[in-house]
């Protein structure tokens, strides 16, 4: 059990650290993005901040961007949904 947890947390570190290539494109708009949590089918959990909460190019960022530099980077990853942000 004690395995698991830590191989979460290792991919919550690869995680964030692979969000880090996207952030400054991101910081440019005002905005960011956080890792919330990892679900037990791996899909990254994030949480928009600052002007991507609110932008309607969010859902074309979160799918064209962060999902796929994640996926591409950390092949574990299974997909990214936001906890928060524009709904269309």
Do not use: F, Y
Request: charged share 20%; glycine share 10%.
């Amino acid at each position: 059990m004690m395995t698991a947890t830590i191989d979460k947390n290792d991919l919550l570190h690869r995680v964030d650290l692979a969000l880090n290539d996207v952030r400054p494109h991101l910081a440019v708009d005002g905005g960011n993005v956080e890792v919330v949590g990892i679900t037990d089918a791996n899909i990254v959990l994030i949480k928009w901040t600052g002007a991507c909460e609110h932008c309607s190019m969010s859902v074309m960022t979160l799918r064209a961007g962060i999902e796929q530099a994640l996926i591409g980077k950390i092949p574990e990853v299974a997909g990214v949904e936001a906890v928060n942000g524009w709904e269309g």
